[in-house]
C-alpha cells in the first residue's frame, strides 16, 4: 500500500520568509512518481512539479524549489521569500508506474501574513 | 484546450434525494478519474476509467455511487439515496498517455452539500 504523510497541518509565516514543506511517502514499487499540487481558495488543484524515482536531482523554479531524498523516503517543497499569494494548501502526492490513482496526503495550510 | 469542466460548481440536496454530477475531461485525454475530498483532507481516489472501460474502483465507492463514461468521453457520477457523510468536493481529473508520467489535469470540482 502507498502512504503520504504531510506532517505540517498548518504552517504561518511572514511576508518573505523562507518556508520548507515536508513530505514523506511510503511504497513498495521501484519506479513511482511524486508531485506537489497547489490548492488556492478557489479549490482547483493546481500542478507544480512531477518527479519519478530516479531522478534525484533537485528542481529549482523561480521561488520553488524541490529536495528529493530517495534515502529518507522524502519529497520537501521550499518557497523561498514567500508572498502572500503563496497562502493556499498544498499537497504531496505519489503514484505507481502504471498511472492509475495519485494516492494524496493530508495537506498543509500556509498562510503568508503581509 | 479549455481544461477539465465539471457540472455543476455546487449541490445541495436533501438527504435521500440522488445526485449526478458531469465531467468533461480536456478533449483528446482517454483516462478519467474521480476523486472525493472532504474537509481538512487531502482528495481521496473513487475510480478511473480508460476510454469508456471502468478499470479501478476504490472500496470507498459503495454501492450508493455509480460512474459511467458511457462514449469514451465525458463521465458521470451518480449518488443515490444521498447521505450527510457524502457532503465533500468531487474532483475529476484526466490524463493522456502523450503527457509524461500520465500527469493529471484537475477539474474545479464539485462541491455537494447534503442536509
Known amino acids: 500500500a502507498q502512504k503520504v504523510t504531510q506532517a505540517q497541518t498548518e504552517i504561518s509565516v511572514v511576508e518573505k520568509e523562507d518556508v520548507t514543506l515536508d513530505c514523506v511517502y511510503e511504497?513498495?514499487?521501484?519506479?513511482?512518481?511524486l508531485f506537489w499540487y497547489k490548492q488556492p481558495p478557489s479549490g482547483e488543484l493546481v500542478f507544480l512539479i512531477r518527479r519519478n524515482s530516479f531522478d534525484e536531482q533537485n528542481e529549482i523554479s523561480g521561488r520553488y524549489s524541490w529536495n528529493f531524498q530517495k534515502s529518507t523516503s522524502s519529497f520537501n517543497f521550499t518557497i523561498t521569500a514567500s508572498q502572500v499569494v503563496d497562502s493556499a494548501v498544498y499537497f504531496c502526492?505519489?503514484?505507481?508506474?502504471?498511472?492509475?490513482?495519485?494516492?494524496f496526503g493530508g495537506g498543509t495550510r500556509l498562510m503568508v501574513k503581509p | 484546450d479549455t481544461g477539465v469542466s465539471q457540472n455543476p460548481r455546487h449541490k445541495i440536496t436533501k438527504r435521500g434525494q440522488n445526485v449526478t454530477f458531469r465531467c468533461d475531461p480536456i478533449s483528446e485525454h482517454n483516462r478519467l478519474y474521480w476523486y472525493r475530498q472532504t474537509l481538512g483532507q487531502g482528495p481521496e481516489f473513487l475510480t478511473y476509467?480508460?476510454?469508456?472501460?471502468?478499470?479501478?474502483k476504490s472500496r470507498l465507492l459503495s454501492d450508493r455511487f455509480s460512474a459511467e463514461r458511457p462514449k469514451g468521453s465525458f463521465s458521470t457520477l451518480e449518488i443515490q439515496r444521498t447521505e450527510q457523510g457524502d457532503s465533500a468536493m468531487y474532483l475529476c481529473a484526466s490524463s493522456s498517455p502523450r503527457e509524461r508520467a500520465y500527469e493529471q489535469y484537475f477539474g474545479p470540482g464539485t462541491r455537494l452539500t447534503v442536509t
Open positions: 476509467f480508460q476510454n469508456e472501460a471502468q478499470l479501478e
Open positions: 511504497t513498495r514499487d521501484t519506479t513511482y512518481y
Open positions: 502526492a505519489l503514484r505507481d508506474n502504471a498511472g492509475n490513482m495519485l494516492t
